[in-house]
Each structure stands twice: as structure tokens, then as C-alpha cells.
């Protein structure tokens, strides 16, 4: 009865969670540099009477590069990532087969850190010693707190965030693609990118568990904040 009611109720309830964190983490870094930096540059050439077809080819420019560049630190990061793991898997390896003992003292200890008896982990312990790709398993995930890392990861991650860069990028040259007068662009582009930035930020803050509200109001005011600067500096160093 009691097996039958506890299928039931897995049954009713039904776990809703988001999967796919790293991939929304590097859409994330993509498309908040994407939209910042761009419109920083535009807003900067912008403020030194720099023409539309001028401030549109150092930004194509500059989201290309910065496309690469972002994608590239991704990749890396991955990479380091994943080069980790196998470093610690080897190391991990060797002391099973070096220092059984003292490994099975760490299974035992990490056991009884969740509160488990040691009549309890015992049988654990000696399950474990007989199958040690089971053992290895258990000590990169409790121990060290590792997960295997998809081998696809890297590529992955650069691919996304250069997506994402470019379409972020994108969006605050628009209006200096159709717009030849640069004081009407620039205007265009900050009312454009800020409601990009708006709606970024608030997805953001959704698929992270912050308050959309909150996070769209930051977004925006860093990007508000960034173009600014940019302007304002090319301001001074013209006049």
C-alpha cells in the first residue's frame, strides 16, 4: 500500500525544472555584451560627429571582432573546464588504486556527513570497493563536486555566444543602417537598444530566478550608463 501510494503521488506531482543552464548562462553573456558594447562605440563615434556610414562599418566591424573574441573566451573556458575534470579524474584514479584504504575512509567520512550510520555505509563502502568505475564515479561527484562535462561543450559554447553577440550587436545599428542623419540615428538607437536592453533584462531575470522587474531596470541602466560615457568622453576629447 504504502509503495502504491507513494507511485501515486509521483505520479501527481510532476518537477518543472529549467535544463538547459549553460546554454541560457552563454546566450546571457552574448547578447549583454553584444548590446553594451556596440551601442557604447555608436554612442561614442555618435559624439564625435562621426558620420552613420562610419559609425555602421566600425560597428559591423566591431561586432565581428568581438563576435570572435567572446566566442573564443568561451571556448576556452570550456575547454579549461573539461581539462580539469580529466586532470582530476586521473589523480582521483590513482588513489584508488594507490591508497584503497584511505579512499574508502573518504567514502565512509563523506557518508556520515549526510547523516548515515555506520552500520549503514558499511555495506556502502565495500559495494563500491568491488566496482571501481562506481567508486570513481562517486568521488568526482561527492568529493570533488565534479560533473563530466559534455565533449561538445566547448564548441558549443563558443557557437552560442558568437550567435549571440551578433544579434545583440546588431540591434543598436539598426537605425544607422536607415537613418543617414546621425543625430536622428543616435537618438533612434538609444530608444531602440534600451527597450532591447529592457526586454533582456527581464527575460534574464526570469530564467534565473531574479526578479524580472529588478533586472530589467539594471540591464537597461548599465547599458543607459555605458552609452553615456562613451558619448560624453568623445564630447570632451573633441572639444
Same mark, same amino acid.
Given at each position: 500500500?504504502? *509503495?502504491?501510494?507513494?507511485?501515486?503521488? +509521483?505520479?501527481?506531482?510532476?518537477?518543472? &525544472?529549467?535544463?538547459?543552464?549553460?546554454?541560457?548562462?552563454?546566450?546571457?553573456? *552574448?547578447?549583454? =555584451?553584444?548590446?553594451?558594447?556596440?551601442?557604447?562605440?555608436?554612442?561614442? +563615434?555618435? /559624439?564625435?560627429?562621426?558620420?552613420?556610414?562610419?559609425?555602421?562599418?566600425?560597428?559591423?566591424?566591431?561586432?565581428?571582432?568581438?563576435?570572435?573574441?567572446?566566442?573564443? !573566451?568561451?571556448?576556452?573556458?570550456?575547454?579549461?573546464? #573539461?581539462? &580539469?575534470?580529466?586532470?582530476? +579524474?586521473?589523480?582521483?584514479?590513482?588513489?584508488?588504486?594507490?591508497? @584503497?584504504?584511505?579512499?574508502?575512509?573518504?567514502?565512509?567520512?563523506?557518508?556520515? =556527513? $549526510?547523516?548515515?550510520?555506520?552500520?549503514?555505509?558499511?555495506?556502502?563502502?565495500?559495494?563500491?570497493?568491488?566496482?571501481?568505475?562506481?567508486?570513481?564515479?562517486?568521488?568526482?561527484?561527492?568529493?570533488?563536486?565534479?560533473?563530466?562535462?559534455?565533449?561538445?561543450?566547448?564548441?558549443?559554447?563558443?557557437?552560442?555566444? %558568437?550567435?549571440?553577440?551578433?544579434? *545583440? !550587436?546588431?540591434? @543598436?545599428?539598426?537605425?544607422?543602417?536607415?537613418? @543617414?542623419?546621425?543625430?536622428? %540615428?543616435?537618438?533612434?538607437?538609444?530608444?531602440?537598444?534600451?527597450?532591447?536592453?529592457?526586454?533582456?533584462? $527581464?527575460?534574464?531575470?526570469?530564467?534565473? /530566478?531574479?526578479?524580472?522587474?529588478?533586472?530589467?531596470?539594471?540591464? #537597461?541602466?548599465? /547599458?543607459?550608463?555605458?552609452? %553615456?560615457?562613451?558619448? /560624453?568622453?568623445?564630447?570632451?576629447?573633441?572639444?
Amino acid at each position: 500500500m504504502a *509503495g502504491e501510494l507513494d507511485k501515486s503521488l +509521483l505520479n501527481e506531482h510532476k518537477e518543472k &525544472h529549467f535544463t538547459a543552464g549553460e546554454v541560457v548562462r552563454d546566450i546571457i553573456i *552574448g547578447v549583454s =555584451d553584444g548590446l553594451t558594447v556596440p551601442f557604447a562605440l555608436a554612442a561614442g +563615434l555618435s /559624439g564625435a560627429n562621426a558620420s552613420s556610414a562610419v559609425i555602421l562599418t566600425a560597428g559591423v566591424a566591431e561586432v565581428a571582432a568581438g563576435a570572435i573574441s567572446m566566442g573564443l !573566451g568561451g571556448y576556452l573556458a570550456a575547454k579549461s573546464e #573539461a581539462d &580539469h575534470y580529466m586532470r582530476e +579524474l586521473k589523480r582521483e584514479q590513482e588513489e584508488i588504486i594507490a591508497v @584503497p584504504d584511505t579512499e574508502a575512509a573518504e567514502v565512509a567520512e563523506i557518508l556520515a =556527513d $549526510y547523516g548515515i550510520l555506520p552500520h549503514e555505509y558499511t555495506p556502502v563502502v565495500n559495494a563500491l570497493r568491488k566496482n571501481p568505475k562506481a567508486w570513481l564515479d562517486f568521488m568526482m561527484k561527492f568529493e570533488l563536486g565534479l560533473e563530466k562535462p559534455d565533449p561538445k561543450r566547448a564548441f558549443q559554447s563558443a557557437f552560442t555566444i %558568437a550567435i549571440a553577440y551578433v544579434v *545583440g !550587436g546588431l540591434v @543598436p545599428l539598426l537605425p544607422y543602417m536607415f537613418i @543617414p542623419t546621425v543625430t536622428k %540615428a543616435v537618438l533612434a538607437s538609444v530608444v531602440l537598444t534600451l527597450m532591447a536592453l529592457l526586454i533582456f533584462g $527581464y527575460a534574464k531575470g526570469r530564467f534565473t /530566478g531574479n526578479r524580472p522587474f529588478k533586472s530589467a531596470f539594471e540591464t #537597461a541602466l548599465i /547599458g543607459a550608463l555605458a552609452s %553615456a560615457a562613451a558619448f /560624453g568622453m568623445a564630447k570632451a576629447i573633441q572639444g
